[in-house]
C-alpha cells in the first residue's frame, strides 16, 4: 500500500488472445493515477529494464488514457465475437451475419449518421 495506499494491482495482458484485453485496458485506466503517483516518487529506484523504460515513456504520453479507452471500446466491442467464434461447433454459417453486425456496431462508433457534406 505504501506510496498509493492501494492494493489494486495492473493485470496480465496476453498479446496473443483479445478475448482478455478489455478487462486489462480497464484496470490500467482506474489505476493510471496510482502508477503515475508511484513512478514519479522521488524515493522509488525503478529498474532499468525495458518494461519499466516502456512504462515511463507511456506516462509521458498526455493521450494515453485516451488511447487505452479507445483500445477497451475497440475490445469490448470485439468480445462478443470472439468468444463465440472460439469453438469447435460448426459455425462458419454463422460467420457473415456476425461479422456484419460487427462491423456496423463499430463503423456507428466513429461515422455519424446525420453528417453530410
Not at 483479445?18 to 480497464?26: F, I, L, M, R, Y
Not at 516518487?41 to 512504462?55: E, G, I, M, R, Y
Request: charged residues 20%; proline residues 7%.
Amino acid at each position: 500500500m505504501g506510496i498509493t495506499k492501494t492494493t489494486r494491482f495492473p493485470l496480465k495482458f496476453c498479446q496473443t488472445r483479445w478475448v482478455e484485453g478489455s478487462e486489462a485496458a480497464n484496470r490500467a485506466l482506474d489505476i493510471f493515477d496510482n502508477i503515475k503517483k508511484y513512478v514519479n516518487d522521488p524515493s522509488v529506484k525503478l529498474p532499468h529494464s525495458t518494461s519499466a523504460q516502456n512504462v515511463i515513456k507511456g506516462l509521458s504520453d498526455p493521450l494515453l488514457p485516451a488511447k487505452i479507452a479507445f483500445f477497451d471500446m475497440v475490445a469490448s466491442t470485439l468480445e462478443p465475437f470472439l468468444i463465440k467464434f472460439q469453438s469447435d461447433a460448426p459455425l462458419a454459417p454463422f460467420i457473415y451475419s456476425e461479422l456484419s453486425i460487427l462491423l456496423v456496431n463499430l463503423l456507428q462508433k466513429f461515422i455519424n449518421e446525420g453528417y453530410s457534406q
